[in-house]
Structure formats: structure tokens, C-alpha cells
């Protein structure tokens, strides 16, 4: 149900009613957790109506993802109290005295690590996510309009693009300040869902002191138990927020090498986006339900690949210019090392990669691996061509401070310069690392070509998606980013 609404030229924003908790799950613990993510799925007792609806539609909002870093669960409040938390408390108490158990043979440092990222954790802070629908712009640009301002005031976001809508969620606390941080780039706010009120451009800039639309009230939901953590902090940013996007980039860029997290990229994965058909059928939806349950059965036996992630021992790009600091990691191991060695790769159906999306006004929408498209895309619309193909670029944001903002619209902003700097005094290509192409790809009119991406934000991680032609462009603009910012490190 949609609460409220602003609209970008032709495109939709609404706000959806529930409040939601973010859950991050070690990928090393999904088997153990697979229990509460198929009760959250295909289970008939959310409500006295869940019966009665199709379980593709029983959500206002569920995001499930299954990354290289962790399983992401973004789910309603309520849900999140019913199923998640019991387990993630019992799993995390017996984590917390296996770890107890091994301070003796460990420094303490490394086991307070390896305790850390056993952790299942649960954001104590409500979330509200934000749709927005139709075709104002182009994926890549509409991830920029839209979290720039919000990146701005200094607001920490999760940004998913899904096949017919893209969800910003935002703490639920900061409702009304997400509302006066777009009315002042130009977004027209209007407290009737359907309405159309104005056509203006997110970049025309509206009066700084525009009002807010909507209540910014609601329920703020604490826990006691030391088994949750805030995933985003609830406090005042310690330092201003950025003036412009290119500071916004340099920040964004600076967070990310000083706590050295990299893109990885899994070679063998390629992506096909797809969704449900807007017209139910029953025998669809059962289909795409038997099909969805075996995979997500068959990948609780955890990839070695994602053990290899979380434990660091990702494979890096060559750098042979000896800079250490700015390279980009590019994980392209051979088939045999990525996929558990008690796996046939002609018959394992286990998902390296896959992120679902349920909503209530919306078809469920899907990211799967192309080689599972046999199993579960007979019942999917969407672009299955090996030559749409994608390519998930994963970034390892468990180290970061809690409260870090501008994580999405600095990559997207970074990507969108293609793979120049947008700066004086351009670093040459030869400074990148060998194969990285020879510089920037450009129009006929000599303009850069940006990248084609969409965004996939988890709990503890964060996701570009580029087509596989665009990829070593993508890494190209990344390490430039990386390069940059280590000039002045």
C-alpha cells in the first residue's frame, strides 16, 4: 500500500508503508539459517490472510539475497521477530562460546575477527523503502538522481534496482528529512499516491527552504539483547556532508581503501534479470515455488569460493606498477575453485549469486544465475540472451564504519564517468593495471560513455551490476577511483 508520493518526470516515487529490519547472515551460516528464509518465503501463517494470498504477493516489501560476502534478508519488523530472531540469537550464543573456546589458541585480535564475522546481525533501526516506477531515466542515471540528495544531507541508504522498480530504503527516523532533502532538488511531493503533480527535472533545484511533505513519526523499535547491532548508525554524521558529487566521490573512495575493501568478481557468474508475469497463473506460481525451493536447498552447501571471500584469500588483479593500495581484486578463479570439489558443475544447481524481490503491488522480481535459467526461468519474463548477460562486482563492506553514507551514489557516480577521472591532469593509462583496455570509450561526439549499471545494496555489502561487455570499463573506472584518492593517502 502506498503511503505517499513524489514524481520524477514519468517515473513514480511512493513511499510503502511497512517497517522493515535489515539481517545480514554470514554466507558460511546460510544452511543453519535456511529455515526462517523459507518460512519468510513460501510460509501460510504471517497473518490470518497469508493463506489466502499467493506467497508471491504476501509481502509489502522482502528482499532475500545470497551474495559471495553474506545471505541479506530485508523483511518486515514483525517477520523479523517471529522467524529471524529466535535462531539468530540461539546460533549467535553458540558462536559466541565456540569463539570463547578458541581466545586460547588465537591472538586476540584474530578471534575477535573470526568471532565478528560469524555474526548474525539485525538492525535495531526501521527501515522504509521507497519505490520508485516508470521509465524517467536510464538505470545508471536514476541511481544518481535519486541518492545524490540523499547522499547529501548525509542520509545512509540501501538502493536495489528490480526488473520493473527500483527500492531505496532509508531509517524510517529520517522519513521527513529524506522528504525535504528531494523536495530541495526538485521532486514534487504529493500526499495522493496516483497523482501526477509536476514534470520537473530532479536536477532543476527547488527553494532551499521547501517544506516536508508527509508525517515523519512513527514507531522507532530498540533491543535490549546483545545478540543485534545497528547496522547504520543513529547518530549525527561526525563530519559535514559533501558539497558537490566529486567530493562525494572522493569521500566514498577514501572509505573504501582505507579499509581495504576492493571489488571482487566471480568470472564464472553471469546474471539474467527477470520477474514474474503480471497476469497469475497458478501453475506458474507453483512452478517458480518447487523450482526456488530446490535451489535454495541445493545451495546450503556453502560454495569454497565464498569461504575463500570471507576469509580474504581472493585472488588480485596483476599490478605491475608495485602500488599495492590501488589495485582492484578480481577474483576469476578456474570452475574447480569455485564451486565445492564434491560438486558436479553439470548438475549442481546450487546459487553462487541470487537476489528475489516480493511486493504486494508487483510481480516478484529475480537475479539469478544465467546456467539456473533452465530450472527456474520457464516461468520468467525478462532478457535471457547470453548477450544481455551481467555481471555481478561485489563490495566487502563489513569492515566499514557504521556510519558510512554515499556508498552508492560515489560508485554510481564514479561509473558514470566511465573510466576517466572527470578530472584535471587525467591519469594516464598506462597507470592502470595490464589489460585494462586503452582508456576511456567515448561517443561520436567525443562525450565519455558512461556504464550501464543497476544496484543491488545488501545489508553488509553493496553490489554494481554492469553487462558483461562493460565489465573491464566498470574496473577500469573503480581502480581509477582507487588511484586517485591513494595520491593523497
Not at 216 to 228: A, C, D, M
Not at 409 to 421: I, K
Amino acid at each position: 500500500m502506498m503511503a505517499d508520493s513524489m514524481n520524477l518526470i514519468t517515473a513514480q516515487i511512493s513511499f510503502l508503508e511497512p517497517h522493515l529490519a535489515l539481517i545480514h547472515v554470514p554466507i558460511e551460516l546460510y544452511s543453519l539459517f535456511l529455515q526462517p528464509i523459507l518460512r519468510l518465503l513460501f510460509g501460510e501463517d504471517h497473518d490470518e490472510d497469508a493463506g489466502r494470498v499467493s506467497w508471491t504477493s504476501r509481502h509489502d516489501f522482502l528482499n532475500v539475497s545470497i551474495t559471495p560476502v553474506e545471505c541479506s534478508i530485508m523483511c518486515s519488523r514483525v517477520l523479523a521477530d517471529r522467524f529471524v530472531v529466535p535462531v539468530a540469537e540461539a546460533l549467535n550464543r553458540l558462536y559466541a562460546t565456540s569463539g570463547a573456546r578458541n581466545d586460547n589458541d588465537s591472538s586476540s585480535k584474530e578471534a575477535n575477527g573470526s568471532h565478528r564475522k560469524t555474526q548474525i546481525h539485525i538492525s535495531t533501526e526501521d527501515y522504509i523503502a521507497i519505490q520508485v516506477d516508470g521509465q524517467g531515466l536510464d538505470a545508471g542515471q536514476r541511481v544518481l538522481e535519486l541518492t545524490s540528495p540523499l547522499a547529501m544531507a548525509g542520509i545512509s541508504i540501501f538502493f536495489i534496482t528490480t526488473y520493473f522498480s527500483d527500492y531505496i530504503l532509508v531509517p524510517f527516523r529520517q522519513r521527513r528529512t529524506v522528504t525535504k532533502a528531494l523536495q530541495q532538488r526538485g521532486f514534487v511531493f504529493s500526499h495522493t499516491a496516483d497523482a501526477f503533480v509536476s514534470q520537473l527535472s530532479p536536477s532543476s533545484p527547488a527553494s532551499p527552504d521547501g517544506g516536508s511533505g508527509g508525517s515523519g513519526s512513527g514507531r522507532h523499535r530498540t533491543w535490549p539483547s546483545p545478540f543485534h547491532e545497528t547496522i547504520t548508525s543513529t547518530s549525527t554524521p561526525a563530519t559535514p556532508p559533501a558539497k558537490d558529487i566529486p567530493e562525494l566521490q572522493m569521500r566514498t573512495f577514501t572509505k573504501l581503501k582505507r579499509n581495504n575493501v576492493t571489488p571482487l568478481v566471480d568470472g564464472a557468474v553471469r546474471l539474467a534479470s527477470c520477474a514474474g508475469s503480471r497476469e497469475y497463473s497458478l501453475e506458474s506460481e507453483d512452478r517458480l515455488k518447487n523450482d526456488l525451493l530446490q535451489v535454495l536447498l541445493a545451495t546450503a552447501a556453502v560454495p569454497l569460493r565464498a569461504k575463500q571471500i570471507a576469509t580474504g584469500t581472493t585472488t588480485a588483479a596483476a599490478d605491475t606498477n608495485g602500488d599495492n593500495n590501488a589495485h582492484v581484486e578480481s577474483a576469476v578463479p578456474d570452475t574447480e575453485e569455485s564451486i565445492s570439489d564434491y560438486r558436479d558443475s553439470e548438475t549442481d544447481f546450487g546459487a553462487r549469486f541470487l537476489s528475489l524481490t516480493i511486493t504486494s503491488g508487483e510481480p516478484i522480481s529475480l537475479l539469478i544465475e544465467h546456467r539456473l535459467l533452465d530450472r527456474l526461468g520457464a516461468s520468467l519474463l525478462g532478457a535471457k540472451s547470453v548477450d544481455d548477460a551481467l555481471v555481478p562486482i561485489t563490495l566487502d563492506l563489513r569492515d566499514l564504519p557504521l556510519e558510512a553514507t554515499g556508498i552508492v551514489c560515489g560508485v554510481a557516480g564514479r561509473l558514470a564517468q566511465g573510466d576517466s577521472t572527470g578530472l584535471d591532469g587525467d591519469l594516464h593509462e598506462k597507470e592502470l593495471s595490464p589489460g585494462s583496455g586503452s582508456g576511456s570509450s567515448r561517443t561520436d561526439d567525443g562525450e565519455v560513455e558512461s556504464i550501464d549499471i543497476s544496484f543491488l545494496s545488501t545489508a553488509r555489502a553493496g553490489t554494481v551490476i554492469v553487462r558483461a561487455s562493460q565489465l573491464q570499463r566498470a574496473l577500469n573506472a573503480l581502480e581509477v577511483g582507487m588511484k586517485l584518492v591513494g595520491r593523497d593517502l
